[in-house]
C-alpha cells in the first residue's frame, strides 16, 4: 500500500509562492508518473500537473501555465509543486496521486488513471 503525504499548504497574499511537497512510500516511485490534482470547494477534482517517471514529459492545466512547476526527486521519492504568483482562484484543497504503470510514455491526466492519493493539503489565497 502506498502512501503519499503532502505538505507546504497554507494561507498566502495573492501574487505570492508556496512549493508543495509530496513523498511517497512506494518502492517504485522513480519509475511512474506522478500529479498533482485541486479541489475547490462545491467543484469538481482537476489536474493541476503531472510529470512521467523520468521528468522528460510534464503536462500542466492550462490554468496554472506559466506560474507552477512541478518537479521530482527520485532520490528522495518526492515529488513538488512550485505555485508562484498565485490567485484567488488558486484556493483548493491539492492532493498529489501516483500512478501504477511503470516506465510510462504517457502522462494521464485522468483522476481514474491514478491509483494511490494523499489526503491532500489545504492552500487558501487572499485577495
Known amino acids: 500500500q502506498v502512501q503519499l503525504v503532502e505538505s507546504g499548504g497554507g494561507l498566502v497574499q495573492a501574487g505570492g509562492s508556496l512549493r508543495l511537497s509530496c513523498a511517497s512510500s512506494?518502492?517504485?516511485?522513480?519509475?511512474?508518473?506522478m500529479g498533482w490534482f485541486r479541489q475547490a470547494p462545491g467543484k469538481e477534482r482537476e489536474i493541476v500537473a503531472a510529470?512521467?517517471?523520468?521528468?522528460?514529459?510534464?503536462h500542466y492545466a492550462d490554468s496554472v501555465k506559466g506560474r507552477f512547476t512541478i518537479s521530482r526527486d527520485n532520490a528522495k521519492n518526492t515529488v513538488y509543486l512550485q505555485m508562484n504568483s498565485l490567485k484567488p482562484e488558486d484556493t483548493a484543497v491539492y492532493f498529489c496521486?501516483?500512478?501504477?504503470?511503470?516506465?510510462?510514455?504517457?502522462?494521464?491526466?485522468?483522476?481514474?488513471?491514478?491509483?494511490?492519493w494523499g489526503q491532500g493539503t489545504q492552500v487558501t489565497v487572499s485577495s
Open positions: 510529470i512521467s517517471w523520468n521528468g522528460a514529459r510534464t
Open positions: 496521486a501516483q500512478d501504477n504503470v511503470v516506465y510510462s510514455e504517457y502522462v494521464p491526466i485522468q483522476q481514474s488513471q491514478y491509483n494511490s
Open positions: 512506494g518502492r517504485t516511485f522513480s519509475i511512474v508518473t
